[in-house]
């Protein structure tokens, strides 16, 4: 088993390494026309970046000071986010460079053959001996697409230079956009997350839902995530974004935190704050058992939420249950869905309250009419969304499984 982790660990390591030199190659080498300091303050940029990176990783899972943490989450964490989107942008510049330089020398060549006239005929007395020959227009050495000087004598002398102009022109290009591609993407990508959450509304029917409860209203919020990046005034937004919908119901299906009670417990503080006419429900996420998932569920019923721990609660119109994330059963506290959903009246509807949408299939076996689920933060960061789709094919929005639904 030790041998097969090294390997993996070899093998995490060739990619990085190669896919980082690939990277840099393209956006510095490629760019410059030698040795010098741009090579070097790019190399020099790629590995403090992954250094930070690192260095956050190892932090925020080795139990470091919660300030060094926050120190490094933010740089650390927006690089592995650049570097990704530096690689794919890169990779795709590749289908680009040939089709670029291929455009280049055409115009060069058609450029070349409007500059180039036929000699005069030579007058007599006027140098009898000499050769016919072509000159170009005003008598000048021919010039490459580049602006270089031909070499006079040599026939395919501007060629020869305009060919390396070229590719660094090319070079250039694709890496600058390569480059504004990335800082682009994740800039907008953080400016959303700092803006605050987004409200999307689906409208889900249940059949056995009875005709007085139409149009109840459920404020779904997951994987709020606060940590080392976001805080105290991140969940202010969320606490807003949810009370404007006036909602019937809140439930916070899990991951809410990464980290203690003790570290967090200020920046969950606004939590308390949420108001809704049947109240507010909490079910863990794998992360709270990262975090201390025992002193999380005692912190969020401290702030008035009602966690449900394999636990039902009757409603005016419909059950509401909720059920341990399936990360627990390391610790003895996974889900219980017989405990959560037995000796209930099937007549009624009933909503489940669960992290991950794989459980989806225990929540049908179990009767559930609609389970409500986070985890997949919609995909993440593309290409996650591809992967995302592949492993998990309810990652996304409301879907429905024959009769049940999942959201």
Not at 75 to 102: D, N, S
Request: with cysteine; hydrophobic share 45%.
């Amino acid at each position: 088993m030790a041998i097969v982790f090294v390997l993996i660990a070899l093998l995490v390591v060739a990619v990085l390494v190669t896919g980082n030199w690939y990277v840099w190659r393209r956006l510095f080498r490629d760019t410059t026309t030698g040795p010098g300091a741009v090579r070097r303050a790019g190399a020099a940029v790629m590995i403090g970046g992954w250094a930070l990176t690192v260095g956050a990783l190892v932090a925020t899972r080795g139990g470091a000071p919660f300030w060094l943490k926050q120190a490094l989450a933010w740089p650390g964490f927006l690089w592995l986010a650049l570097a990704l989107y530096l690689l794919l942008a890169v990779l795709v510049g590749e289908l680009v460079r040939p089709v670029l330089r291929r455009v280049l020398e055409r115009r060069a060549a058609a450029t070349a053959a409007d500059a180039t006239v036929p000699a005069e005929p030579i007058a007599a007395g006027a140098g009898a001996g000499a050769a016919p020959s072509e000159v170009t227009g005003g008598g000048e050495p021919a010039v490459g697409d580049d602006g270089a000087d031909g070499v006079e004598g040599e026939g395919s002398g501007s060629e020869v230079s305009a060919a390396p102009s070229r590719r660094l022109f090319v070079s250039r290009v694709v890496g600058g956009a390569a480059a504004a591609a990335a800082v682009g993407t994740v800039g907008y990508g953080t400016y959303g997350v700092l803006r605050g959450p987004s409200v999307k509304r689906v409208t889900v029917p249940l059949a056995k839902l009875p005709r007085a409860a139409h149009g109840y209203r459920i404020a779904v919020v997951s994987d709020i995530h606060l940590g080392p990046v976001l805080g105290r005034g991140f969940a202010q937004k969320v606490v807003d974004t949810i009370n404007s919908t006036q909602p019937d119901l809140i439930a916070v299906v899990g991951d809410l935190v990464d980290g203690s009670v003790k570290d967090l417990g200020p920046a969950a503080a606004p939590l308390a704050q949420l108001r809704a006419r049947h109240g507010s429900f909490f079910v863990t996420g794998n992360h709270e058992y990262f975090s201390g998932a025992e002193q999380w569920v005692e912190e969020v019923r401290r702030l008035g939420l009602t966690p449900l721990e394999n636990a039902r609660t009757e409603l005016p119109h419909f059950d509401l249950a909720g059920v341990n994330d399936v990360a627990g059963e390391r610790e003895g506290q996974g889900p219980d869905y017989a405990k959560a959903l037995g000796d209930r009246d099937p007549g009624r509807a009933c909503v489940l309250m669960a992290h991950q949408p794989v459980q989806i299939h225990d929540a049908v076996d179990h009767g559930v009419d609609l389970q409500l689920s986070g985890h997949t933060h919609g995909g993440s960061c593309f290409p996650g969304i591809w992967w995302r789709g592949l492993r998990i094919r309810r990652f996304r929005g409301w879907s429905g499984t024959g009769t049940r639904s999942c959201m």
